[in-house]
Structure formats: C-alpha cells, structure tokens
C-alpha cells in the first residue's frame, strides 16, 4: 500500500493551489501510515464535499449539513470502520451546526475534517460562519457585521474532546494533526484554516495560492497550550 | 396466544421482527412509544438531535449493512423530506414510520389525521416513486411493517409505513405469533469493502455526471421501473363488492374501519399499499357509478384517485380529528 491507493487520481478538480489539496493528500498519507483501508469517507456539499468521490473507497457524498450523523450512523452500525468526514465549515458549522453539538456530546467515535475557508465557495461566495469580521464577500458587500464562529469552546465544553486547528501551510503539523485525530477514540474535530482564494481571498487582498500561504503561515503560531488564542495552532484533547 | 399491545408496540414488534438493526428517532408523539419500546431491544439506536440527524443516521446504519427504520409524525416528517429524495436516490432501504396527526404544523397535538398522504408521495424536490402502506389495526400494523421492511430491502428505497393517531395508541388484542410473513433478506454488500461512491449527484461509471441529461433519462427510468416492479408483489388491498349498490366507498386506514360497517348498503375499496395505487382499482371502478372517498383529509387521496382512474369522484372529508360515522352516513346520503 502507498497514500496514492487512496487517491481516485483521475478525478480531482479541486483549484490549483487550493490547501483542500494539501488537504487531502494528507489524509491520504496518513490513512496509509495507520493502514485504515477499513476507512468509509462521508463529506457534505460543497467544494470539500467532492472530497467523497476524489478517495479510493467506499465514499457516501451525504446531503447538506448532514455528513455527521450519516457518518454516526455507519459508525454506530459497524464500529469497526473507520469513519471519516470530510467537508467544509459551510456544510459542517452552518446548516450541519446542531449534528456537530450533538455528535461532540455524544462523543461519537468519528473523525471530522472541516475546510474553515471563510466563504460558501462553490455557490460563489456568500458569508460562511467562519468568515472573519469585516470580510468581504458577495453577501457582506459593507464587511461582516457579525463574528466568526469560535468552534474551540464548543467542541472542548465537553466532558472528553478532540479539537485541533491547523492549515496547509504548516504540513507536518496539519499531518500531526489528521494522525492523532484518526488515533483518538471518541470524536475528534480537525480544524484546518484555509481561506478560499478565488471567492473570499480575491475580496480580501489574498487573492492568490501564494499570498494564502503567506497569510497563513504570518498569522498562525502553532502552540502547546491548552487554550488556542486566536492565532495559534494546536492540538487540545482529553480522552 | 392473545395480548393486548397498541399499534406502536406491534409496530416495533414487526420492526425487530422484520431483521431491524438500527434505529434513530427524534420524540413526537404519536409515535415517540415506537422509540420508547426499540430502546429496551436489542436493536442498536441512536436517540437524535432533531428529524433530520435521524433519518440521516438511518441511511448511513442502512448503507452500513443494518436494516434500519425511523418513526416520526406530520411535522418530523417533513423535516425528513429531502432524506427522502437522497434515499430514493442512493438506492437506500430503510422504512419510515409517520403516525399522522392533525396539521399544518403543531396543529391539533394529537389528534388523529390522515393529512399527510400527499406529503408522502410528493413531498421531496425532484421525481421520485415510493412505496406507502396504511395498515387499519393493531395486528395489520405488525405484518405490514415486515412487508415494508422486505420492500424497503427489494426495492432499495425508502418505504413509509402510515399511521394515524387513533391507530398508533390503539390497544386491540392480537396473537402476533400467529402472523407468519416471510422475511426478505438483505441483499447488497455493507460499506468498508469496495470503491462505491455513493452519492446525491447524478453518477455515471462511479464517476458523478450531472451534465448529460441523456445519463438521468435512463438512471430515472430504471430506478422507476425497480420500484414499480417491487411494488406489484406488495399489492395488498381489501375489496368487498355489492350487487345491490352502483357506489364504491374508498377509504384506508382507521377510516376504513369505521365505515367497514356500511359493507351491506355499498361497495368498499380498502387500499393497504396507498401507493403506488393499486392497479385492480380501474377494473373494480367500471363496475361503480359513483365513487365517494372518505378520508380524514380535505380530499387528498381523492385528487390522486381522480387522476390515476380519469373520473370524477365524490369526496367526503373528516377534518380536524373528527370521525363520525354518523355525518359519514348523512354525507351519503346527500351524495347519493
């Protein structure tokens, strides 16, 4: 086995320079290290919701919103699967924002993967839940009035709880990060910052692939702290 | 032997019964005893955020390898809608159970309704077929949720399996182990072993396509044709015919039951699959001058009845969770 078994090469279009490349090669290289061919992919709607049809696998692209608790049922049925979702904050936080509450109290033994890119990109650009205040976009022509959604507090307030939060400008950590969320048994939440370049970044003066990396790899710090503060990374968990 | 079980425990029965492996409901009454009864069994469950969460663990247990089921009433059911759609799309068996109450919305928690029978057939975006029963009693409740399940798992779609209030709480004495219905097995591979892709995209060679209308014509009236196939081994229906009448009476469900006591001065069509419409209905109509539909409804199945035998028909409407025999026979006398 290599990562590129998991990969349904012929198919990716995803926009050059995209992190949800990086992304998915990722979570590729790791389901290969962790030999998890027993791996169901569930994803949303969505540029992130292709990501069921780009792996090698048995794959459900589920409605919109509803990857979590389609994933907890194929978990809950056969719990030795290894049930990953994949999908963007959109799909996940915005019309899907009660299966994540839930899923996180119930501790479902899933791991999800959310593309936090600030917008509904596919659908052209509308505000996204973690579209940052002030941010431009189609539906926020003046700036966003309101603020980002905070998923840390949400997914920690829990009694045992897996969050990270990293981007594709930091691989070994954004790696570091898919390994020990597939290894954590209960639910396991992996943020991943990847502003969308062609409709939230072109707005925003970060309108190419390379200005994104720089953006991000300026902004994010990755931490060893228990409490991420807005710009750092890390892995905070308690089993 | 006899017990006493209501509707909703005879539904559950013939659920566990039927191979059921998975479960996830959100609570409304009527039918939050079908949660409340599964919960104690063996059957592996999930009690769910909302309507929404529940049908969609359903499909995912479903596609999983567990025969699974979800019950609900009006207002969960729609909510369930565009789950609906996806299953149908997915090839995905699972059974619905919508133990109907009177709507739109909170309407008259809960009293008994059969509004919903047009939101069963028509409620998700799109063009779909599915398959519906209407059981009229405690013990009918128990085999036609194993007919449901065994067509949800032939035909590998999602099949609803209507209640109403009165139903649904109705406690009748029944021998359950005297009803013998063959179990259908299931019959595709669980996920985890192959490269299926499933998904709600149109999809071609495993690949999705949604750009060749040619692609959608033939995946359409295939998976038309799979349901409408699977559909003629579960025409249940119960027809009494009268010499002495030239007036069918159509009614399903706990209204069935009720007017079952006019058999004597009319002819009574009792459709258990409500739809597809049973197809017997066209030649027993040639033999009525006039046919009246009596549902608890503002004439719902009534309309689908006009159109699939192309005749007018009378409509007699019990609205409100109101059943009375005796306005039914003021009614009809009236009309005929």
Sequence with gaps: MSSKDFVNEAVIKWCTGCGLNSMFYSTCAVLDELKLKNTVIVSGIGCSGRAASYFNLDTIHSMHGRAIPTAAGVKTANPKLNVVVFSGDGDLLSIGGNHLLHAARRNDNITVICNSNEVFGMTGGQASPTTRKGGITLTTPEGNTANKINIQPIVTSNEKYFYARTTPAHPEHLTKCLTEAMEHQGFAFVEVINPCYVNFGRRNNISTPKEILTYLRTTFNISASTRLAENQLGIIKNA | ?336
């Design chain 2, 1 to 336: 032997m006899k017990n006493l079980i209501t509707g909703n425990e005879a539904i559950t029965k013939g659920l566990i019964k039927s191979g059921l492996k998975f479960f996830s409901a959100y609570p409304i009454t009527p039918s939050s005893q079908i949660l409340h009864s599964l919960i104690k069994s063996k059957v592996t469950h999930i009690i769910a955020e909302d309507e929404i969460a529940a049908i969609n663990m359903v499909i995912g247990a479903s596609l999983a390898g567990s025969k699974a089921a979800t019950a609900t009433s009006g207002p969960g059911f729609s909510l369930k809608q565009e789950s609906i759609g996806y299953a149908f799309k997915t090839n995905t068996p699972l059974v619905i159970v919508n133990a109907q109450r009177v709507g739109p919305s909170t309407g008259m928690p809960t009293y008994s309704s059969q509004g919903d029978i047009l939101a069963v057939k028509h409620g998700s975006h799109g063009d779909y077929v599915n398959i519906v029963f209407y059981p009229n009693s405690v013990e009918e409740c128990y085999r036609y949720s194993i007919e449901a399940m065994n067509a949800a798992e032939e035909s590998l779609s999602p099949v609803i399996l209507l209640t109403d209030g009165m139903l649904s709480m109705m406690t009748e004495s029944v021998d359950l182990k005297g009803i013998k219905v063959e179990i259908k097995k299931r019959d595709f591979k669980p996920l985890g072993k192959e490269k299926r892709k499933i998904s709600g995209l149109l999809t071609k060679d495993n690949l999705p396509c949604t750009t060749e209308p040619k692609v959608y014509q033939e995946w359409y009236a295939e998976r038309k044709a799979q349901i409408l196939n699977t559909s003629k081994k579960y025409e249940f229906y119960e027809y009494s015919g009268n010499k002495k009448s030239d007036t069918l009476l159509i009614a399903y469900g706990t209204t069935s039951r009720v007017i079952s006591e006019l058999k004597n001065e009319y002819a009574i069509f009792r459709p258990i699959r409500l739809f597809p419409i049973i197809s017997k209905l066209k030649t027993i109509a040639e033999s009525y001058k006039k046919i009246v539909v009596i549902e608890m409804n503002d004439s719902q199945y009534q309309g689908e009845l006009q159109s699939f035998l192309h005749r007018e028909l009378q409509s007699i409407t019990q609205l409100g969770g109101e059943l009375s025999l005796n306005k039914i026979k003021n009614e009809l006398k009236r009309l005929c």
